[in-house]
Antibody, heavy 120, light 112 residues
Framework: QVQLQESGPGLVKPSQTLSLTCTVS??????????WSWIRQPAGKELESIGH???????TYNPSLKSRVTISVDTSRNQFSLKLDSVTAADTAVYFC????????????WGPGTRVTVSP | DVVMTQSPLSLPVTLGQAASIACRSS???????????LNWFHQRPGQSPRRLIY???NRDSGVPDRFSGSGSGTDFTLNIDRVEAEDVGLYYC?????????FGQGTKVEIK
């Protein structure tokens, strides 16, 4: 059974970089074809795709965030990571990592989510 | 971006009664390979989304058969035949055809 778990600081100051890691168990980030993805959900709002990194190592980002986002993978630790630069209060949200698959183009496996607040 | 519009946004239902949620996309969700990547998720407070339906009408393993999905092109529906107490929460449609993948605003199902 594939499991994902987000980790990282719950509080980030404005203008700093938000950094989160997703640790995968029960499967390998090198296996595929999968899109290892980051999704976020501001309080009371809909889910938003941030970006993903494909099994091949190629990353794709939401154009609305592209200039500030980096997603990378560490196969030795079976993890993938999110960095979001120059954060503002608008980046306050619950951040989920998830495994999207090429067959269904959706995600059966999600992490429980981690709440990140941007505040001085 | 493809806009996913759900209706209603709030759905009070009586236990044992049927419920229906509509989802409309601003563009056709038919991919170049002919597949329609429209999915439905259920989310309870404080939890991550749980996928119920993928590719319009395919139920995930473990999902009760009272849940069904239908539709084509830009118009889709999630039906719940006989609502049970455990079905309360938010329901989202999500399209995986066009990047960025986008979600609907969510429909809150509650028991009357």
């Amino acid at each position: 059974q594939v499991q994902l778990q987000e980790s990282g600081p719950g509080l980030v100051k404005p203008s700093q970089t938000l950094s989160l890691t997703c640790t995968v168990s029960g499967g390998s980030v090198s296996s595929g074809p999968f899109y290892w993805s980051w999704i976020r959900q501001p309080a009371g709002k809909e889910l938003e795709s941030i970006g993903h990194i494909y099994t091949s190592g190629s990353a794709t980002y939401n154009p609305s965030l592209k200039s500030r986002v980096t997603i990378s993978v560490d196969t030795s630790r079976n993890q993938f990571s999110l960095k979001l630069d120059s954060v503002t209060a608008a980046d306050t949200a619950v951040y989920f990592c998830a495994r999207f698959d090429r067959i269904t183009m959706s995600a059966k496996y999600w992490g429980p989510g981690t709440r990140v607040t941007v505040s001085p | 971006d493809v806009v996913m519009t759900q209706s209603p946004l709030s759905l009070p239902v009586t236990l044992g009664q049927a419920a229906s949620i509509a989802c409309r996309s601003s563009q056709s969700l038919v991919y170049v390979d002919g597949t329609t990547y429209l999915n439905w998720f259920h989310q309870r407070p404080g939890q991550s989304p749980r996928r119920l339906i993928y590719k319009v009408s395919n139920r995930d393993s473990g999902v009760p058969d009272r849940f069904s999905g239908s539709g084509s092109g830009t118009d889709f529906t999630l039906n719940i035949d006989r609502v049970e107490a455990e079905d309360v929460g938010l329901y989202y449609c999500m399209q995986g055809t066009h990047w960025p993948w986008t979600f609907g605003q969510g429909t809150k199902v509650e028991i009357k």
